[in-house]
């Protein structure tokens, strides 16, 4: 891995992400938190006693039950989209929701943010303050707070006008158990509405394309779907994803091999809005590799399959959920489309970059 | 404030830094817990109860008790430091140190750390690989555990090389209120060693210059320095802060502004090393306003100032710690240098930027 060079397709969150990851940072970063790989850290803390020179801490032990300690969810990502200001967001609206989205995707309830800002020399105060009001805006509508920062400063031609990190503190709800791992046959994959709004958008904005049904991110914080979810079907959701970079079918790859499971999905029943499909065909792509960023998989327990249906679809951001598959037991570790023409065909994680800076 | 475009001034850490906090970010982003202004906002957690829906939490009252409730600090920072490598450190270890540091500085032991990636395409994978064995070796010096991390690539030419940015999570100590408006008329005002090394080694390897002295960073992870600090003189600490950018003057200035109260400093007790004096005269440069990574400012009570100058001391990073002045009730919010002449001067924030990219 000491050997080559950094490609576009190693920040694709398809397969050479991936390989990053595991051949190279998990080789020096070893915590049992992050092996984990899931979209947040799940960090337990002891009750400091008064008299205590030190509050002790440990990470908890995957799944155990809460007993009475805190679990707090950790989680990080960086924007580096381009364009800045898009339909339906921008990237400090990205980078609350992003945040605000792999905490929720934990079964936690998050609270606190924090914002790291790398500028570009020359870029106008007026496109700053018009990302501070977004990230505060979507931060208020999803109820976080953001509460500690940082900004640097870099030369003309050293970034491209703005990056921003979000960083992300939740609670996990009580006796909630959720991971990658959790998946197993029988489960139903639900999905929580049209996949590839926010790739599609993007792309379409960034060459200078116009269709006619005008397309726009979905970029949206899911804490308040996970929210009602979770009450609806308490016990019955095993595993929750966002498909972002990568896609549908990088997240659903993800699940199967972490669960060891296999993942039967129907090409038909996954809902894909006309103007992504058209702006899909006439660039090529396929719209389960394509970015979401108000989206979710939820991977339940059979039994709870309707009810989590019902629920998501009574959520605002959920209107068009729909049950797309179920956990087999059967083609361990990997994802099966059933085709709109009835044939199947093995779905692997996105390879190579669709598109850099999707997020 | 909306108008005119982002300066480097704006990432000094000096008088511009502070302009576009206040007059920017903190008209969109309310938190108190981010008004507060210190290095890590300090958050108070409720137990969850085992029957709760959700579990509550709120913003700890400045200053109140710690009771029975954990505290939590959360800080981020991004680094930007140009050469990725030079004596004493690299980005890697800068990028723990510093989010190692801001926690400390709370009083809070740290625990947590996220790492979040920002490499533009072409970076050597080996050069990668020393950042994250550099990282993973700083942390366990630390004792903190890196524990979720996001990788962004972008196109070559859209950043340089690499950026990190890591926030952190720590624990506070119970009963322990540390803050920057508590200087008090009387307090003593320690300094842990020299400084000036980061900045001036930072500034003489990338201008290629060559001192008969080597030089070299003082990036080091300062929990275990301030955890002898806190346990020698146990409430008697009022502040901590690191002077990083913008140095020891800047530093000062916050405090003496936060806490309504001046602050005299004597020049000669100021430690500086002879390689760092003989750069700074060579480049013109005062070193109360190079950036420092591996030192802090105490400013404790009066009758514990020379137990917690012996504590600190007796570490390995404060062996050079001495008392450098006081704080007074005159001069509110200023900062007075009685120079080696037995001048008296006032000193301000930087203002300007000395130097980009210096963390």
Redesign the interface.
Known sequence: ????????????GGKL?HD??EQ??L?????P??LNLDD??I?E?Q?????????K?R?SVPHAS?G?N?R?A???????V?PLFFPGGDIGKLAVCGTVNDLSMSGA?P??L?????????????D??RV??S??AT?EQAGV???????????R????RL?I?T?G?G?????VEIGGDRARPGDAVLLSGTIGDHGMTIMTHREGLRFDSPLASDCAPLNGLV?VLL?AVPGMVHCLRDPTRGGLATTLNELAGRSRAGIAIDETAVPVSEAVRAACELLGLDPLYVANEGKLVAIVAPEAAEAALAALRAHEYGRQAAIVGQVTGTHLGRVVLRTALGARRVVDMLTGEQL??IC
Not at 47 to 55: A, I, Q, T
Not at 171 to 175: A, C, E, I, K, M
């Open positions: 891995m000491t050997q080559g060079v950094i490609l576009l397709a190693h920040g694709s992400s990053l990851v190279l940072f080789r020096h970063f070893t915590s938190a992050l947040s850290a960090l803390i009750n400091p006693s008064p008299e205590g020179d030190l509050c801490s990470i809460g009475q805190a707090l950790f989680t990080t990502d960086s924007y580096v381009s309830r609270l606190w924090s914002a790291g800002f790398i500028i570009e020399e020359g870029l106008p105060l007026a700053l303050e501070a009001a990230m505060a931060a707070q953001i509460v500690t920062g940082d900004t640097k400063v870099v030369d031609g050293s970034a491209d990056f990190n960083a503190v609670l996990l709800r009580p006796g929210a009450a850099p800076r």
